[in-house]
């Protein structure tokens, strides 16, 4: 097992975001978090990198605990996020942001040729890679934004929300992308609105409810379930 939450919960004061969720998530795996807003899909991403630290419950990754490891150590470990809303630095140049997703790293080989494979992914951040971020498209910057979290490496990708407020032809386009590092063998955790893009794209899925995991099964048979096709996917 790549990743394991058991009976975790969060608290944001006294107010529960999770309420003993248990999430499984196996080497190579594509999972997938549904929910409405305010379900706890971001605290769960949140708290698996480091963000937020859980109240009660275990986080295990390649069989170390993660529940008390600070980010950075986390991310050291191979766990990489994408926050939501394309967090760039906007005074940076594409390729500085970059070279910042690598800062753990010494290994200045592997970090060229990430570097090349980050560009082979997305061509147009090559193109760009002298421009400042804040000149970028908002699609531009939420490749920007997956290319600096795979320059670090990850075993585990982390992504909150990528297709929010981008163009049809943009979210087509990273979600491809996204297929593309699944296969090489990076697992990925997706929060996504979009609950039917999310259930396309993934193997396996949970629905989460007030901090509570709802659902979970198969991506296709989500897919076909009658609660999730009525609240989330408009059928």
Do not use: C
Not at 217 to 224: D, F, I, M, T, V
Request: charged letters at 20%; proline letters at 3%; glycine letters at 8%.
């Amino acid at each position: 097992m790549l990743l394991s939450l058991q009976d975790v919960h969060v608290h944001y004061n006294k107010i529960a975001a999770l309420q003993g969720i248990s999430i499984e998530v196996e080497e190579g795996d594509f999972v997938t978090l549904i929910g409405s807003n305010g379900a706890g899909k971001s605290t769960t991403l949140r708290t698996i990198s480091g963000l937020e630290r859980p109240s009660a419950g275990e986080i295990r990754f390649k069989n170390q605990s993660l529940t008390r490891l600070p980010p950075d150590r986390i991310l050291k470990l191979g766990v990489a996020q994408v926050p939501e809303g394309r967090r760039v630095f906007k005074d940076l140049t594409v390729l500085e942001n970059l070279h910042l997703g690598a800062f753990t790293r010494g290994d200045q080989a592997a970090i060229k040729s990430d570097l090349e494979s980050v560009f082979g992914h997305f061509p147009r951040l090559l193109e760009r890679s002298q421009q400042l971020a804040q000149t970028l498209s908002g699609g531009e910057q939420q490749m920007l934004s997956i290319g600096r979290a795979l320059m670090s490496d990850p075993i585990l990708l982390l992504l909150d929300e990528p297709s929010l407020g981008l163009a049809p032809i943009v979210v087509e386009e990273i979600a491809k992308i996204l297929l593309e590092i699944n296969k090489r063998g990076v697992a990925i955790v997706l929060v996504e609105q979009n609950a039917e893009l999310a259930l396309d794209l993934a193997k396996r899925g949970y629905v989460l409810e007030t901090g509570n995991v709802a659902l979970q099964g198969e991506a296709s048979s989500l897919a076909r379930n009658e609660h999730v096709k009525t609240a989330y996917l408009g059928i």
